[in-house]
T-cell receptor, first 115, second 112 residues
Framework: EPEVTQTPSHQVTQMGQEVILRCVPI?????FYWYRQILGQKVEFLVS????????KSEIFDDQFSVERPDGSNFTLKIRSTKLEDSAMYFC?????????????FGPGTRLTVL | GQQVMQIPQYQHVQEGEDFTTYCNSS?????IQWYKQRPGGHPVFLIQ?????EVKKQKRLTFQFGEAKKNSSLHITATQTTDVGTYFC????????????FGKGTLLTVNP
């Protein structure tokens, strides 16, 4: 069964550094998402991406965040200058959008630790 | 903005006991999805409910969607140790780019 993949599985960085989290969505999917989950808390929506542009973003997704689909395969989340509070699991998800069938498939996540 | 409340936050049961988690949205939903997350894992899709009053079953799991499409529940009959994990509901409003708003989840632990 096709899967969403994410790399790296764990990223450790110093505060103020830039990080890029990578995702490869399922190949025939059209909508892409980033969510984050701070340890022990709920999954929070960050951004959705469709047709090569952001379709919706949350208040968490400020100017320090950006997303890109550079090559039609990868879907990346960049944090320009990481803060301690950015430490979390970041999940990528994708959806095919086939009429009412909109199951979101989540990747295994990247654990980001900001020191 | 849309909020999805989920209770209880934690539930500890003896193996064989039943378990229920409840989800309530501040707005009417287009559909609701349920996910299970094992400790250290990622959310895994369980089921989607779309119709008002819908009830779906997966073996020992029963999912319900309220008539007003604002609340939902997940009931597990005769829990097993393999049911351990956090159960999240996630609601989607119509026309919202399929963004999911998650509840805080219910952590289920099962004593063998």
């Amino acid at each position: 069964e096709p899967e969403v993949t994410q790399t790296p599985s764990h990223q450790v960085t110093q505060m103020g550094q830039e990080v890029i989290l990578r995702c490869v969505p399922i190949s025939n999917h059209l909508y892409f998402y980033w969510y984050r989950q701070i340890l022990g808390q709920k999954v929070e929506f960050l951004v959705s991406f469709y047709n090569n542009e952001i379709s919706e973003k949350s208040e968490i997704f400020d100017d320090q965040f950006s997303v890109e689909r550079p090559d039609g395969s990868n879907f990346t989340l960049k944090i320009r200058s990481t803060k301690l509070e950015d430490s979390a699991m970041y999940f990528c998800a994708s959806i095919r959008r086939d009429r009412a069938l909109d199951t979101q498939y989540f990747g295994p996540g990247t654990r980001l630790t900001v020191l | 903005g849309q909020q999805v409340m989920q209770i209880p936050q934690y539930q500890h049961v003896q193996e064989g006991e039943d378990f229920t988690t409840y989800c309530n949205s501040s707005t009417t939903l287009s559909n609701i999805q349920w996910y299970k997350q094992r400790p250290g894992g990622h959310p895994v899709f369980l089921i989607q409910l779309v119709k008002s009053g819908e009830v779906k079953k997966q073996k020992r799991l029963t999912f319900q969607f309220g008539e007003a499409k604002k609340n939902s529940s997940l009931h597990i009959t005769a829990t097993q140790t393999t049911d351990v994990g956090t159960y999240f509901c996630a609601g989607r409003r119509g026309g919202s780019n399929y963004k999911l708003t998650f509840g805080k989840g219910t952590l289920l632990t099962v004593n063998p």
